[in-house]
């Protein structure tokens, strides 16, 4: 049972344009998100992350959404460059009880054509 | 400032065997946990060891086992291998940990190929 679904495996956009990378989860105990990207043969680099108690964090060019509601996480790089092209996590921190620990998504492929 | 450090880089072993993994955690990080990627599964949590003790556990049979020393720095051992073992071991660590929102920062990880 997936509870951090990333659904597109690969997205693909034009240097200069905004990339929209989304997530979803199941899990309501989730409370802390984090994006993550990864660039072949190194591990993951932290990106940027959000509380659930906020809808909106930003840096620099990117912009992490929350909507709770819905369970569904977006990350949004603008501009996109070509330096961004890597595979994209998102994981989800699960607060039950005293046990915590991330769950990560499957991950999605970013490629930003020059 | 020296990342998160695992040796080996790669790693070869049979069915059967036990290995024993390393990592050193970025200097005044005390938070280490532990990951398996595997293509099927993605990114999956092991442990995370604070302080000498693990403080919590993935859902990963107790043939996978780990320890912290005094520095901070980790170890993990898988015994009795089996092929399905074969994957990417990643260590992460943070100043406090999970608890605390904190972001870990992950290593470039062990790959294991069991034969």
């Known amino acids: 049972d997936q509870q951090v679904k990333q659904n597109s495996p690969s997205l693909s956009v034009q240097e200069g344009r905004i990339s929209i990378l989304n997530c979803d989860y199941t899990n309501s105990m989730f409370d802390y998100f984090l994006w993550y990207k990864k660039y072949p043969a190194e591990g993951p680099t932290f990106l940027i992350s959000i509380s659930s108690i906020k809808d909106k964090n930003e840096d620099g060019r990117f912009t992490v959404f929350l909507n709770k509601s819905a369970k569904h996480l977006s990350l949004h790089i603008v501009p996109s460059q070509p330096g961004d092209s890597a595979v994209y996590f998102c994981a989800a921190r699960d607060s039950g009880g005293s046990n915590y620990k991330l769950t990560f998504g499957k991950g999605t492929l970013l490629t930003v054509n020059p | 400032k020296a990342g998160v450090t695992q040796t080996p880089r790669y790693l070869i072993k049979t069915r059967g065997q036990q290995v024993t993994l390393s990592c050193s955690p970025i200097s005044g990080h005390r938070s280490v946990s532990w990951y398996q990627q595997t293509p099927g599964q993605g990114l999956q949590f092991l442990f995370e060891y604070f302080s000498e003790t693990q403080r919590n556990k993935g859902n990963f049979p107790g043939r996978f086992s780990g320890r912290q020393f005094s520095n901070s720095r980790s170890e993990m051992n898988v015994s009795t291998l089996e092929l399905g073992d074969s994957a990417l071991y990643l260590c992460?660590?943070?100043?406090?940990?999970?608890?605390?929102?904190?972001?870990?920062?992950f290593g470039d990880g062990t790959r294991l190929s069991i034969l």
């Open positions: 992460a660590s943070s100043l406090e940990g999970l608890g605390r929102g904190q972001p870990q920062h």
